[in-house]
């Protein structure tokens, strides 16, 4: 890939990514951060070129950007209160947020990959360095795991 379909490619997917870390991260302010770090990593010299879906390998860095991150997040001191600067969520968004914050971190990581992203498994097998099998069954467990919490709140 070359830059300008690289800058065209970021400007396209940036909002979709960002609302998937947002989904792993629970906080728009890491989401951010990890994205950010993601676009950082992709401008050393050569890595650009060798990316063919930028919003998967936007999305698989910037998870691995907020798990390396995790261990400062407990130092981390609360600047104050930024809910006016944003809009606020739709009753979906916090009910979806809801069962994904239920999920095992890997099963959030995935599914969100798969159903709001739209990887395939095989692209996210590539994405995440595992297997085919292994991204199904991830998947298959979260969403059951999604269903029984739904059924058992009913």
């Known amino acids: 890939m070359d830059r300008e379909s690289w800058d065209d490619a970021v400007a396209c997917h940036y909002a979709q990514v960002l609302r998937g870390l947002m ?4 906080e728009r302010e890491r ?4 994205l950010h770090d ?21 999305y698989a860095v910037g998870i691995r950007k907020l798990r390396r991150a995790a261990w400062r997040r407990r130092l981390d001191v609360l600047l104050g209160d930024n809910t006016g600067s944003y ?20 099963q959030r990581e995935i599914v ?22 292994a991204a199904t069954s991830t998947v298959s467990q979260g969403l059951e795991r999604i269903r029984r919490i739904a059924r058992d709140s009913e």
Do not use: C, H, N, Q
């Open 87 to 106: 809009a606020e969520p739709d009753l979906a968004g916090i009910e979806a947020s809801e069962l994904l914050s239920r999920l095992t971190p890997r």
């Open 31 to 34: 989401a951010e951060d990890a």
């Open 38 to 58: 993601a676009l950082v990593a992709a401008m050393k010299p050569g890595v650009i070129e060798t990316i063919e879906r930028p919003d998967a390998w936007l």
């Open 23 to 26: 989904a792993v991260a629970g």
């Open 112 to 133: 969100v990959a798969r159903y709001y992203l739209g990887l395939t498994f095989k692209e996210i097998a590539e994405s995440f360095g595992i297997t085919v099998s």
